[in-house]
């Protein structure tokens, strides 16, 4: 089955150490969506690419980065992760923007020590 | 621009009885709209979409949802709950122009009591 992929699951990592989350899809499509989830809250959009053009949202805080090497790959750097920053964090994917659903992976669950 | 609200934050219901998640949106233009779900520690599963066919939408799982552009209402309704639905639903609003992303409402967590 196509399918949004995230790994890890869950990631642990201490205050103020690099990390890095990643998305992988079989969809072959155009966007890919980073969005942070907090407990108990509806998903928040850090940013998107459609294709290689990347779109910041304006409140995404500048620790917070993104690549994607190629269509099937997305990844989310945080530079020095705190402690307010620990979340589920989701990749999704669509066709197009616009009015197009949104594929949602199962997500990675990051705590901070 | 465009907002979502979802009535209510909490609805608990007995199981084989019907489901009735209410939300409502607001757009500038023709908007698409979606309920999702999300089960604890999961993803966001799509659960149906409406995208200016038919007012009437079916879902999976024996979930629908009426447009009514009068009421700027998208409910999610089900005519008997199981279990298995207890979860988190998001009301989600599109506008079908521009490349704006989705604006989810603040969910809806369902509680199913046996």
């Known amino acids: 089955d196509a399918m949004v992929i995230q790994n890890p699951r869950y990631q642990v990592t201490q205050f103020g150490k690099p990390v890095t989350l990643s998305c992988s899809q079989t969809l072959n499509h155009n966007v890919m969506y980073w969005y942070q989830q907090k407990s108990s809250q509806a998903p928040k959009l850090l940013f998107h690419?459609?294709?290689?053009?990347?779109?910041n949202e304006a409140d995404t805080p500048d620790n917070f980065q993104s690549r994607r090497p190629n269509t099937s790959f997305c990844f989310l750097d945080i530079r020095s992760p705190g402690l307010g920053d620990a979340a589920m964090y989701l990749c999704a994917t669509s066709a197009t923007t616009g009015n197009q659903p949104q594929h949602f992976g199962d997500g990675t669950r990051l705590s901070i020590l | 621009a465009q907002s979502v609200t979802q009535l209510d934050s909490h609805v608990s219901v007995s199981e084989g009885t019907p489901v009735l998640l209410r939300c409502n949106y607001s757009s500038s233009y023709s908007p698409s709209l979606f309920w999702y779900v999300q089960h604890p520690n999961k993803g966001l599963q799509l659960l149906l979409k409406?995208?200016?066919?038919?007012?009437l939408v079916k879902g999976i799982n024996g979930f629908e949802a009426e447009f009514k552009k009068s009421e700027t209402s998208f409910h999610l309704t089900k005519p008997s709950a199981h279990m298995s639905d207890a979860a988190e639903y998001f009301c989600v609003v599109s506008e079908a122009r521009g490349r704006r992303a989705l604006t989810f409402g603040s969910g809806t967590r369902l509680q199913v009591q046996p």
């Open positions: 690419y459609y294709d290689k053009d990347f779109n």
């Open positions: 409406y995208t200016s066919a038919a007012t």
